[in-house]
């Protein structure tokens, strides 16, 4: 199974476009490496691959990953798999419309959420809209199996009712057939579970939300799981040593973006990794 990093920052990317704190500045610099909004691509077969999640900037983004370029007659880009309606997570579908047959997984209510952007894009060409949390899962081309699993998370903050819901935010366990080796893609989590114990330990690498580095570091900090602090997420992936761990969706208050950081020498001492967009491996 080959993964490759799309994109690792949160919303708006770094440098952000209407932020001018340090972080940010030393991006525009040069000083610090910059990064798009959150997604990656993983693939079974080197052949045909599946987005999780699209941002705004999935053009440029499969413009630098030579892996996804297309050949003269078609892309390998087979599909889509959503974790949550997040404008940041779903914008790049409509950078997607030309591709014929596109497959697009996610929960129920995102799905209805998502009606009168599926409308739009169907017009272009039908897409094959489906039900990540179908029972048992589902098998992608390439030879992947996937299961979908809820996570704590609210509804975006365009959606009109706001409606109470348990699955607005899913994490992806994607198997290899062949291999049997299991990554965890967690890149919007709120709140630490048992059930992220259990995918995580069945996994041998896992993708996890790195968003805040610590809850004081913004006012929206607190609100969701921080990475450092006794119930942070670092603190649950040090249970897990055997896995190989990554933060992603890093937002531009966190430290973890300066290389040169005490926050980034803490992850790193722990075993955790924070790579560079692009970054492409073999699980």
Known sequence: MRFVLLGTAAGGGFPRWNCACARCAAARDGKLPARGPECAAVTGNSRDWWLLNTSPDIRTQLT???ALWPSPRHTPVRGVLLTDAE??????????????????????PVLAALAPARAALDRHDPWEWADSLTEGGFVLAGGLVV?????????????????????????????????????VYAPRVHTWSPMLDDLIETADCVVMDGTH????????AGRRLCVSGPAGSLAALERHPHARRIYTHLTDTNPLLDPASAARA??????????????????
Request: charged content about 20%; overall charge negative.
């Open 87 to 108: 404008a940041n997570h779903v914008a790049g579908l409509s950078v997607l419309r030309d591709v014929p047959g596109l497959k697009t997984y996610a929960s129920p």
């Open 147 to 183: 299961t979908a699993h809820p996570v704590a998370g609210a509804p975006p903050a365009y959606v009109p009712a706001r409606a109470s819901d348990e699955r607005w935010v899913t994490a992806y366990r994607v198997e290899d057939l062949a291999t049997g080796c299991v990554l």
């Open 266 to 283: 803490q992850v790193t001492e722990a075993g955790v990794e924070v790579l560079p967009d692009g970054a492409e491996f073999v699980i």
């Open 64 to 66: 630098a990953a030579s």
């Open 213 to 220: 580095f610590a809850a004081d570091e913004t006012p929206q």
